[in-house]
């Protein structure tokens, strides 16, 4: 019960945020017009708690609402977690949210700190050199590689030969 009121609200406050931001002055309307309008009684919309943490979150991640993928991805972390049976009112709800946000979308966040507010280690990959340390015996040029030879009119054989040169002297 309480995952389908956090869902509610949630969605809620989605339908609010886009409403505000579709927002646009009425136009005034003379003062006859306004005499001649009635006005029917409209329903009283229905009081939807504050969830000052949820509210909190949203203003951290000024990505939610403008991202859309990133805000769909959110929204299925929310529908897993609580049908995981995580409080969506409680910190470890929000920080699971915030850890794999971190996790999926890297670029998108401060990337020295992680969210305890502790500096991240970064992780480093060991590789291969990228090059040999014995040049290649053959040289086959790249398309661009040729057409600037043409462009230039040097023959083939002999651009192969300096880029070769080239690959020697940087080993």
């Known amino acids: 019960m309480q995952v389908l009121e956090a869902q509610d609200a949630l969605t809620n406050a989605n339908i ?9 002055p009425r136009k005034e309307v003379p003062l006859q017009t ?3 309008t009635v006005q029917s009684p409209q329903p009283a919309p229905q009081q939807v708690p ?8 949203r203003d951290n991640n000024s990505w939610f609402g403008s991202d859309d993928e990133m805000t769909a991805f959110a929204l299925g972390l929310h529908t897993k977690l609580t049908k995981e049976g995580v409080d969506p009112r409680s910190d470890d709800y929000y920080g699971k949210i915030n ?9 998108q966040f401060d990337s020295g700190i992680d969210d ?12 291969a050199p ?11 040029l790249t398309e661009s590689q040729q057409t600037i030879a043409k462009r230039l009119g040097v023959p083939l054989k002999q ?8 690959a020697r002297k940087q080993n």
Do not use: H
Not at 16 to 24: E, H, P, Q, V
Not at 50 to 57: I, L, N, P, S
């Open 99 to 107: 850890t794999r946000m971190r996790e999926i979308f890297p670029g």
């Open 34 to 36: 306004r005499k001649n």
């Open 116 to 127: 305890s507010g502790e500096p991240r280690k970064k992780s480093s990959t060991v590789v």
């Open 159 to 166: 651009y192969a030969e300096q880029v070769a040169e080239l």
């Open 50 to 57: 504050r969830d000052e943490k949820a509210e909190a979150w």
């Open 130 to 140: 990228a090059t040999r340390s014995i040049a290649p015996k053959k040289i086959r």
């Open 16 to 24: 609010r945020k886009d409403k505000m931001a579709n927002l646009k």
